[in-house]
């Protein structure tokens, strides 16, 4: 059973709008949240993360928002550029169980100029 | 120096090889893991390696064998490998695995087809 799920395998966007990329958990016991980028034959390279404490948090042109409640959080890219087009992974951890993550599926984003 | 090296980037081998993965970092992290990413799916967990010993293994086959000799190197032994093994294999090093909520930083991968 999936505990992350990312429900839109893809999403295409125009340069300069915003990205909108959503993830959904289950799993109450996570405590920590992270977007991964990934180029195709590349590594995920850290993006940007968010404690369950928080609401959101902002770093330049990221943006990531937590709703606890509704088990769900997002990441808006403001604005969007081509560079920008990769696999997005969300991924969690929970606090007890070291810092390994459980990925979400991830969603394509293309930009498109 | 936020970078962790795994090589091969690509490895070809035959069922009945025997062949390792290596993956390095030098940023004095005492967490390191290994993660398998079949095409189109997300990196799964296969074992974490907490201040040089193995702390989870994630129901792992024998015919992988995870070796840590020292805090900044990471192994992946493989041995009569099926088909169904050939993906990316990530390494990815993290402060440690008892710091709450710490990012880890991933390696390129090694590619493996398994023929």
């Known amino acids: 059973d999936q505990q992350v799920k990312q429900n839109s395998p893809s999403l295409s966007v125009q340069e300069g709008r915003i990205s909108i990329l959503n993830c959904d958990y289950t799993?109450?016991?996570?405590?920590?949240f992270l977007w991964y980028k990934k180029y195709p034959a590349e590594g995920p390279t850290f993006l940007i993360s968010i404690s369950s404490i928080k609401d959101k948090n902002e770093d330049g042109r990221f943006t990531v928002f937590l709703n606890k409640s509704a088990k769900h959080l997002s990441l808006h890219i403001v604005p969007s550029q081509p560079g920008d087009s990769a696999v997005y992974f969300c991924?969690?951890?929970?606090?007890?169980?070291?810092?390994?993550?459980?990925f979400g599926g991830g969603t394509r984003l293309m930009v498109k100029p | 120096d936020t970078e962790v090296t795994q090589t091969p980037k690509h490895l070809v081998m035959g069922m009945t090889n025997k062949k390792s993965l290596k993956c390095e970092q030098h940023m004095g992290h005492r967490a390191m893991y290994w993660y398998k990413q079949k095409a189109k799916k997300p990196p799964e967990l296969m074992f974490v390696?907490?201040?040089?010993?193995?702390?989870i293994n994630e129901s792992v086959p024998s015919r992988f064998s995870p070796e840590c000799p020292n805090s900044s190197l990471l192994n992946l032994h493989l041995h009569a490998l099926q088909p169904e093994d050939s993906a990316l294999y990530l390494c990815?090093?993290?402060?440690?695995?008892?710091?709450?909520?710490?990012?880890?930083?991933f390696g390129q991968g090694t590619r493996l087809t398994v023929v």
């Open positions: 990815a090093s993290s402060q440690d695995d008892t710091r709450r909520n710490t990012e880890a930083f």
């Open positions: 991924a969690a951890q929970r606090g007890n169980a070291g810092n390994m993550l459980t």
């Open positions: 390696y907490s201040y040089e010993k193995l702390s």
């Open positions: 799993n109450s016991m996570f405590d920590y």
